[in-house]
């Protein structure tokens, strides 16, 4: 029987979560070197969630996240040495170094950040999904945000709006169980975050986000639903996270034995043995390739960063604000010399119109008469 995946799919998504758990691994190391300061949150037991999500959209969909925002922009293809770089807080970063762990950003990949305010990235993607009904796009927004997000006002503030003027907006809740320290279940009355859509008559539903497959299929039906003017989806990824929530937590707050029960549920080692049996004639050998591969890429980006120069103090003092008509500083041209030919561009706004009723009186008032507000 034929597999329902073709070969290049499968190893690209093997590539890239082994990519993302080396790079993160290195990340954690480079940490207790001293190489990275500040806060530091990897992103190992996740990586399903990102991969998969990233193969089932277009590569000039919008893409937000919060803190732990390292996989996301490299599985949207960032590279690696600039990402560690950034890490680093060196000047070959995609920011400089100016923005550091926990704000990523790389537009040439539309990724558009990294957020330290819990749930601050939400309504800004709303605002992106607002921008693409405005210019009468067929993308669609991505924004990932952890568990604990779900109890901010803005989610609730967002997600009224969102489902009101039917924005094509995927949220992507990565519920790894616990905020900082705390299990979700502890702080919420509704701890299955999914079931909070239907308050707001929104697509609602829940992933299993330690399966990269599951995950691609989810958002790929959740891109169509979007792109088709049906409105927004929360979409509830169950993954776990196998380190602490930030290098600086020692994850006392749960067992040994609930880690290793959990590990067995690892991503990557899962998608290599459903590869094997799809009748590609794919071996051991193939993966350990790939994984040479990704190991030798990690060195060299590690090795990038720590050779990289310390930005200067005038940076300080730079891009703090554009001036009208100042070109983008595109980071690959500046770091690497490469000619980036795929800049994102957008039209002024000026010559476009809503074109939808953003305030329906009809709908309004056919909603007062069902609800019996009017007699």
């Given at each position: 029987?034929?597999?329902?995946y073709s070969k290049n799919l499968l190893l690209?998504?093997?590539?890239?979560?082994?990519?993302?758990?080396?790079?993160?691994?290195?990340?954690?190391?480079?940490?207790?070197?001293?190489?990275?300061?500040?806060?530091?949150?990897?992103?190992?037991?996740?990586?399903?969630?990102?991969?998969?999500?990233?193969?089932?959209?277009?590569?000039?969909?919008?893409?937000?996240?919060?803190?732990?925002?390292?996989?996301?922009?490299?599985?949207?293809?960032?590279?690696?040495?600039?990402?560690?770089?950034?890490?680093?807080?060196?000047?070959?970063?995609?920011?400089?170094?100016?923005?550091?762990?926990?704000?990523?950003?790389?537009?040439?990949?539309?990724?558009?950040?990294?957020?330290?305010?819990?749930?601050?990235?939400?309504?800004?993607?709303?605002?992106?999904?607002?921008?693409?009904?405005?210019?009468?796009?067929?993308?669609?927004?991505?924004?990932?945000?952890?568990?604990?997000?779900?109890?901010?006002?803005?989610?609730?503030?967002?997600?009224?709006?969102?489902?009101?003027?039917?924005?094509?907006?995927?949220?992507?809740?990565?519920?790894?169980?616990?905020?900082?320290?705390?299990?979700?279940?502890?702080?919420?009355?509704?701890?299955?975050?999914?079931?909070?859509?239907?308050?707001?008559?929104?697509?609602?539903?829940?992933?299993?986000?330690?399966?990269?497959?599951?995950?691609?299929?989810?958002?790929?039906?959740?891109?169509?639903?979007?792109?088709?003017?049906?409105?927004?989806?929360?979409?509830?990824?169950?993954?776990?996270?196998?380190?602490?929530?930030?290098?600086?937590?020692?994850?006392?707050?749960?067992?040994?034995?609930?880690?290793?029960?959990?590990?067995?549920?690892?991503?990557?080692?899962?998608?290599?043995?459903?590869?094997?049996?799809?009748?590609?004639?794919?071996?051991?050998?193939?993966?350990?390739?790939?994984?040479?591969?990704?190991?030798?890429?990690v060195d060299a980006a590690v090795k990038f960063?720590?050779?990289?120069?310390?930005?200067?103090?005038?940076?300080?003092?730079?891009?703090?604000?554009?001036?009208?008509?100042?070109?983008?500083?595109?980071?690959?041209?500046?770091?690497?010399?490469?000619?980036?030919?795929?800049?994102?561009?957008?039209?002024?706004?000026?010559?476009?119109?809503?074109?939808?009723?953003?305030?329906?009186?009809?709908?309004?008032e056919q909603a007062d008469k069902k609800a019996?507000?009017?007699?």
């Amino acid at each position: 029987m034929a597999s329902a995946y073709s070969k290049n799919l499968l190893l690209t998504m093997y590539r890239k979560m082994y990519l993302l758990r080396r790079f993160e691994e290195r990340a954690g190391q480079q940490y207790t070197l001293g190489k990275i300061a500040g806060f530091c949150h990897l992103y190992i037991g996740q990586e399903a969630v990102a991969v998969g999500c990233n193969e089932a959209i277009r590569p000039d969909d919008y893409m937000l996240s919060a803190y732990r925002d390292h996989g996301q922009p490299l599985a949207r293809g960032s590279d690696a040495g600039m990402v560690m770089a950034e890490l680093f807080g060196r000047g070959s970063g995609y920011s400089k170094g100016k923005g550091g762990s926990m704000h990523i950003f790389d537009i040439e990949h539309h990724f558009y950040g990294g957020y330290g305010i819990v749930g601050g990235q939400i309504p800004l993607a709303a605002g992106m999904a607002f921008a693409s009904r405005y210019r009468n796009e067929d993308r669609v927004t991505v924004c990932f945000f952890g568990d604990a997000a779900a109890n901010q006002g803005s989610f609730h503030e967002t997600f009224n709006m969102a489902q009101k003027w039917k924005l094509p907006v995927i949220y992507i809740c990565e519920n790894n169980r616990y905020g900082m320290g705390t299990a979700i279940a502890r702080t919420s009355a509704v701890p299955e975050i999914h079931k909070r859509a239907s308050a707001y008559g929104m697509r609602g539903e829940a992933v299993d986000g330690m399966d990269v497959l599951k995950m691609y299929e989810a958002v790929k039906d959740a891109a169509e639903y979007c792109r088709a003017g049906k409105g927004p989806v929360l979409m509830e990824a169950n993954t776990y996270r196998f380190r602490g929530h930030s290098m600086a937590d020692p994850a006392n707050y749960r067992t040994k034995q609930e880690v290793e029960e959990e590990r067995k549920g690892d991503p990557i080692p899962k998608l290599r043995e459903f590869a094997m049996k799809q009748g590609f004639n794919l071996t051991d050998a193939d993966f350990e390739a790939i994984e040479e591969e990704e190991k030798r890429a990690v060195d060299a980006a590690v090795k990038f960063a720590d050779e990289s120069p310390e930005p200067s103090v005038d940076e300080l003092w730079r891009d703090t604000i554009v001036e009208e008509g100042e070109q983008d500083v595109r980071p690959r041209e500046r770091v690497l010399g490469m000619k980036v030919t795929n800049w994102p561009k957008y039209p002024t706004g000026q010559e476009l119109k809503v074109t939808w009723d953003l305030e329906p009186r009809a709908e309004a008032e056919q909603a007062d008469k069902k609800a019996g507000l009017i007699r």
